[in-house]
């Protein structure tokens, strides 16, 4: 695994893509792409319920910051960002909680009203596209007796994890074993699958575009500021709140 750029930066940022990083205006994403490029002293880590195609097209579009690692598919599973290869050694303990499920796991839910599957091969979740319409409180009940999380997010996904796998205990872990100093991290996102991240304790933003769910759980956590700014510019908003320019490290 690479060692990052700066073994102590004074910024670590773990931002969601979609709504997130990506989200915003043009001119609001140019903004933090290129001030998070000229700093030396900034990490980043993108935390996605993405998989590494999507992350390896994304760091080609122009101007798109090219993270120093991928926790990606809801926190179970992480890449060094240069290589985008994973790191097998990290991935250890989420592989055994995974412990071979996915079968097991589609098979349980078969028949489950308003659930579709998602082609995408994930190593370790399985995750459905659902209809808000026709989705049963029985099926994430069904998930969660059976031992796995489940995280209902966006009014379209519905995800099953290892038990205890999140982007949050994914991130805290990373930042345990880099060394990395936790007051220097902030954490950002907008659903329900950012919850245990942006709850865990790090400095953390819920962007002005965050959905009513992701807000209401949120809501009296001291660690989390809501910015009224959406995607990019809440990050840049944050990044203020929280006096992680780097103007006084």
């Not at 195609?53 to 760091?59: G, H, K, N, S």
């Not at 790090?202 to 992701?214: D, H, Q, R, T």
């Not at 809501?219 to 103007?247: C, K, N």
Request: net charge negative.
């Amino acid at each position: 695994m690479n060692a990052p750029v700066n073994p102590s930066p004074s910024l670590v940022l773990a931002t969601d893509l979609d709504g997130t990083f990506l989200g915003g205006s043009d001119e609001q994403r140019a903004d933090l792409y290129a001030s998070l490029a000229a700093r030396e002293d900034a990490m980043l880590i993108f935390v996605t319920g993405r998989d590494i195609d999507f992350i390896a097209e994304l760091i080609e579009t122009p101007g798109m910051p090219r993270p120093h690692y991928v926790i990606g598919d809801i926190g179970t599973s992480i890449f060094d960002g240069v290589s985008l290869t994973p790191w097998e050694e990290f991935e250890v303990p989420i592989k055994q909680a995974w412990g071979d499920a996915g079968a097991r796991v589609r098979a349980m839910l078969a028949e489950e009203p308003g659930l579709a599957i998602q082609n995408t091969p994930f190593r370790y979740r399985v995750s459905y596209d659902y209809d808000p319409a026709r989705l049963s409180p029985e099926s994430a009940a069904k998930v969660e007796a059976a031992g796995f999380d489940c995280i209902v997010s966006a009014g379209r996904f519905f995800d099953v994890l290892p038990k205890g796998v999140n982007k949050g205990t994914t991130l805290a872990r990373l930042v345990q074993t880099l060394g990395l100093d936790p007051a220097a991290v902030l954490a950002a996102g907008d659903t329900m699958n950012d919850l245990a991240m942006l709850a865990s304790g790090f400095n953390a933003v819920a962007v002005g575009n965050s959905e009513e769910p992701l807000m209401r759980a949120l809501d009296g956590v001291p660690t989390v500021y809501h910015s009224p700014h959406p995607g990019a510019a809440g990050i840049a908003d944050a990044i203020r709140h929280f006096e992680l320019t780097g103007e006084h490290a």
